[in-house]
């Protein structure tokens, strides 16, 4: 299986920035995709940005020309810039690691992270 660790959350003012980690390791884990979700209290987990192994990025509408997803394959490492920070980016940021389990052959996602908690507040 594959484990997935986030780092980088923080506080931050509105219009700063921040960069978020997210490291996967496990070798019976062929990744393909890798992206980014959100939960605010009270609010279910929303997709913010994925990327896939080729380069290929989608975003949430919300985040467009603001956020970028970028992604190391070497070091199975995906980040999140996140400029021009908004109150309402305010939530639990989780990574999501989709691809193919080797012992069964099947493809899914892994299993979430514990998240990394982004503040945008003044």
């Known amino acids: 299986q594959v484990r997935l660790v986030e780092s980088g959350g923080g506080l931050v003012q509105p219009g700063g920035s921040l960069r978020l980690s997210c490291a996967a390791s496990g070798s019976m884990f062929r990744i393909n995709v890798m992206g980014w979700y959100r939960q605010a209290r009270g609010n279910q987990r929303d997709l913010v940005a994925t990327?896939?192994?080729?380069?290929?990025?989608n975003y949430a509408d919300s985040v467009k020309g603001r956020f970028t997803i970028s992604r190391d394959n070497a070091e199975n490492t995906v980040y999140l810039q996140m400029n021009s920070l908004k109150p309402e980016d305010t939530a639990v940021y989780y990574c999501n690691a989709q691809g193919v389990n080797l012992a069964t052959m099947n493809y899914g996602s892994a299993s979430w992270g514990q998240g990394t908690q982004v503040t945008v507040s003044t």
């Open positions: 990327i896939t192994k080729g380069g290929n990025t």
